[in-house]
T-cell receptor, first 114, second 113 residues
Framework: DVKVTQSSRYLVKRTGEKVFLECVQD?????MFWYRQDPGLGLRLIYF???????EKGDIPEGYSVSREKKERFSLILESASTNQTSMYLC?????????????FGNGTRLTVT | SQKIEQNSEALNIQEGKTATLTCNYT??????LQWYRQDPGRGPVFLLL?????KEKRKERLKVTFDTTLKQSLFHITASQPADSATYLC????????????FGTGTKLQVIP
């Protein structure tokens, strides 16, 4: 089974801190994604990557950046955390870019910014 | 702009009945449509994928239909069980380019014993 592991289950940070959320997948997938999930708004795509060192903006990239130095690892960076970035963050991977293969999700990181 | 709509309210049904969840999309033509299940505090888990040239797909007690004319997919759970209680998400996807996978907001299903 594909395993997508997010480094922290819960995280509490202060406003203005730089925050790193880490995600590792063990199936050699090309594509990796970062979403945030908020009540009433559903899953919203922040960034995705279809190859090492490649990235594409999703629907809500403002305030975030990403890094993909190795195929298995995709990091989400909050340059200066703000309270409106309090959310559940979900990482996912998939083997192909074409939509005919499923996304495999991690169990999420619940980030609270105070 | 693209829009994906799922039943915004929770769906409560009696155990043993068939649950039907709706996914409507506008302003694009997906080649695939995926359905996921999400339990509280967990990431979504893939259930089924249906292609635009498939009208219906089944997997055990699950059935998905895809009507490209109506721009709608229906997700059915037959003989529902309390363990089916979860939020169900749909994700229509186009062909071509690198896929930004966009999800509906989900429908929360509660199966009452």
């Amino acid at each position: 089974d594909v395993k997508v592991t997010q480094s922290s289950r819960y995280l509490v940070k202060r406003t203005g801190e730089k925050v790193f959320l880490e995600c590792v997948q063990d199936m050699d997938h090309e594509n990796m994604f970062w979403y945030r999930q908020d009540p009433g708004l559903g899953l919203r795509l922040i960034y995705f990557s279809y190859d090492v060192k490649m990235k594409e903006k999703g629907d809500i990239p403002e305030g975030y950046s990403v890094s993909r130095e190795k195929k298995e690892r995709f990091s989400l960076i909050l340059e200066s955390a703000s309270t409106n970035q309090t959310s559940m963050y979900l990482c996912a991977s998939s083997p192909t870019p074409t939509g005919n293969s499923p996304l495999h999700f991690g169990n999420g990181t619940r980030l609270t910014v105070t | 702009s693209q829009k994906i709509e799922q039943n915004s309210e929770a769906l409560n049904i009696q155990e043993g009945k068939t649950a039907t969840l709706t996914c409507n999309y506008t302003n694009y033509s997906p080649a695939y449509l995926q359905w996921y299940r999400q339990d509280p505090g967990r990431g979504p888990v893939f259930l089924l994928l249906i292609r635009e040239n498939e009208k219906e797909k089944r997997k055990e007690r699950l059935k998905v239909t895809f009507d490209t004319t109506l721009k709608q997919s229906l997700f059915h759970i037959t003989a529902s069980q309390p363990a089916d209680s979860a939020t169900y998400l749909c994700a229509p996807l186009r062909v071509g380019g690198y896929q930004k996978v966009t999800f509906g907001t989900g429908t929360k299903l509660q199966v009452i014993p």
